[in-house]
């Protein structure tokens, strides 16, 4: 179900199963996999790919790289399975002085007011040690 209140680009590639909340923003290369949630007010624009069974909460902010060598270059985020991003949560994609690419794993939490930011590479080991 999406909200009619969303602004969803025809180039956007969601699965049939996503949900999307009031007032929420999906740019033309997003891609979202099946069974993702994203609440209201959420705004997700750049070369964003997210896996599957994602809840997306209020206020999260996923767009360019807050750095200032950052000019518009082609860089990319993805998204594993089974995360939930509390409210307003920033990611940003990578860099090209970075490698152009930030990774997020599978099962993670990021609590409310979190930053991931660009070029960062969060995989399964990483969420082992910030779980203990």
Known sequence: MIDKTAVIDKNAKLHSSVKIGPYSVIGPNV???ENTEIQSHVSI???IKIGKGNKIFPFVSINDPQDLKYNG????????DNNKIREYVTINPGTIGGGSKTVIGNNCLFMISSHIAHDCLLSQVLQFFFSL
């Open 31 to 33: 891609e979202v996999g």
């Open 45 to 47: 624009i750049g070369n």
């Open 73 to 80: 270059e082609d860089t990319s985020l993805v998204i594993g």
